[in-house]
């Protein structure tokens, strides 16, 4: 006949014990470990005043990682015109609206000063100190000669150009410009009333850099 056995409680030293101490750590720990987890917060739906955030494409995923970004931002989405896609107007036209909302509030001051980008009070400012001391003369000709600010500009297959990014004085709109851009639109196979969107991130290296894409796959399409 089996001896019966008896179970009893298990338990710990008193905490004077070191050993006891330590078991009632590791009890603790367990404990932690085992919590059930908070519950997640309900979704709840947006109010009239609010947009929802749109899904970024794989392609610009992919193109960011690669780059080492962590974050990037929809810019825009806009129609092909004649003058993006002409060799002779030679730049990429982007709305004053979209530059000073999705743009410039990422930008640092000197990016804001590299690309013409400074607000018009300051602007004005600047001519009327001109007309009491130095004269403008001298400040149009450096606008004239303005360059930009330097970003990188990829496409939807990954191909990347340095171009410029400056404000026109005249129609206070925005250009993406630079002797590469010829290329680049081609590349990215533009077409006259075709549909594309534009996002915004800075690489590993904190360069502003954009991506700019047909809304849809060309070469699926065709």
């Known amino acids: 006949m089996s001896a019966t056995h008896t179970l009893r409680p298990f338990y710990f030293s008193p905490l004077t014990d070191a050993v006891g101490r330590e078991n009632m750590k ?10 059930p987890l908070p519950l997640p917060k309900q979704q709840t739906p947006a ?35 004649a003058s993006d896609a002409s060799d002779q ?20 001051e000197e990016e804001l000063a590299s690309a013409n980008l400074i607000s018009t009070v300051a602007s004005n400012r600047s001519r009327l100190y001109n007309r009491e001391g130095e004269g403008e003369a001298g400040e149009r000709k450096q606008g004239r000669e303005h360059g930009g600010l330097e970003v990188m500009v990829y496409n939807r297959n990954g191909w990347g150009c ?15 410009k630079g002797g590469k851009y010829r290329e680049f639109h081609r590349r990215s196979h533009f077409a006259i009333g075709g549909l594309v969107e ?7 290296d904190g360069k502003l850099c954009f991506v700019i894409g047909n809304k849809v796959d060309l070469d699926i399409s065709l």
């Open 198 to 204: 534009m996002w915004a991130f800075r690489d590993g």
């Open 162 to 176: 340095s171009l410029y990014l400056t404000r026109w004085d005249a129609s206070r709109a925005s250009v993406l």
């Open 26 to 35: 590791t009890l603790d720990l367990i404990a932690k470990l085992y919590a």
């Open 47 to 81: 109010t009239s005043g609010e947009k929802m955030v749109e899904d970024m494409p794989e392609w610009v995923v992919k193109l960011i990682v690669d780059k080492g970004a962590t974050f990037a931002w929809k810019v825009m989405e806009k129609e092909i015109y």
């Open 89 to 108: 107007q030679n730049r990429f036209l982007i709305r004053k609206q979209i530059i000073d909302d999705r743009i410039m509030p990422a930008m640092t």
